[in-house]
């Protein structure tokens, strides 16, 4: 069964960069897309970026856009999201989720029926 671990999350201040990591382990990323949610306080979980399982596609909600930008290493199992310009309304606990993807799904990025979840990593922007 495939597992997932995010790592990368801490505190920092607004304007600062985090680089968060998803790792997978007991199978291969190769066939699944990827995507990052998150959670705030008191709020819904929202999709925040997803990378197709070709690694050819990429969404942004538009709260991230230009700001966020996401990538993966299927030779190491990982995914990255890179985010920079963090403001205080990026504070959130981060996940990461995979969802199968072969053959002609192969370019998909869409937030739902996702498999495997992580546990999440917290991000918090403050100064």
């Known amino acids: 069964q495939l597992q997932l671990v995010e790592s990368g999350g801490g505190l920092v201040q607004p304007g600062g960069s985090l680089r968060l990591s998803c790792a997978a382990s007991g199978s291969t990323l190769y066939y699944y897309a990827v995507a990052w949610f998150r959670q705030a306080p008191g709020k819904e979980r929202e999709g925040v970026s997803c990378i197709s399982s070709s690694g050819g596609s990429t969404n942004y909600a538009d709260s991230v856009k230009g700001r966020f930008t996401i990538s993966r290493d299927n030779a190491k199992s990982t995914v990255y999201l890179q985010m920079n310009s963090l403001k205080p309304e990026d504070t959130a606990v981060y996940f990461c989720?995979?969802?199968?993807?072969?053959?002609?799904?192969?370019?998909?990025?869409?937030?739902?029926?996702?498999?495997?979840w992580g546990k999440g990593t917290l991000v918090t922007v403050s100064s």
């Open positions: 989720a995979v969802g199968l993807r072969p053959g002609p799904k192969r370019d998909e990025t869409h937030y739902y029926d996702m498999d495997y």
